[in-house]
């Protein structure tokens, strides 16, 4: 299989998991009034951040792969595996919406934030793997700080949502905000090659 190969599919669960969270947008029921329209502000935001999560985790997908000299069998099954965790976005972001002043449904969206963060995390290592020490990715990614404060920050933000369901919502949203700030590791590694 080719990389480009591996990235459509990606890229179409992708695109299904933003059209399945925006399916669950509706217009209020009672009709027309202001108040109507903000009771559903909670689902409005449970989608932008998803929404947030699923681009930034398409665009470093993108990057990532752009740098990675080969795919073997073991890159197909990591990247299935951070796809599966990416695919529960749909489910765990409704859930959270409806309840997001309960601690559990709060703390399992927490969980698949940080289990497809961990399913990246195998996904670039394999990536390295399979291109040597010496691959351009490995050069790249350096010691990931950004992933080490996400991974306290997840894990802080489920343990949190046992407590008060708006730290964990703001931990979640402070993660989001540390990687929408793009990612310079790979585009200053590559800035004088082809576009990324």
Known sequence: MTKSRLEAFSDGVLAIAITIMVLELRPPEDGYTLKSLLELLPTFLSYVLSFIYVGIYWNNHHH????ADKIN???LWKNLNLLFWLS???FTTAWMDKNYTQPLPVAVYGFVLAMAAVAYLILQKEL??????NCKLAQAVGTDSKGKISGVLYL???SASFIATWISITLYTIVALIWFIPDKRIEKFYADDNEI
């Open 73 to 75: 069998g073991a890159v």
């Open 156 to 158: 802080a933000g489920i």
């Open 88 to 90: 529960l976005f749909p």
């Open 64 to 67: 990532m792969f752009h740098l």
């Open 128 to 133: 390295i793997k399979a291109g040597g020490p």
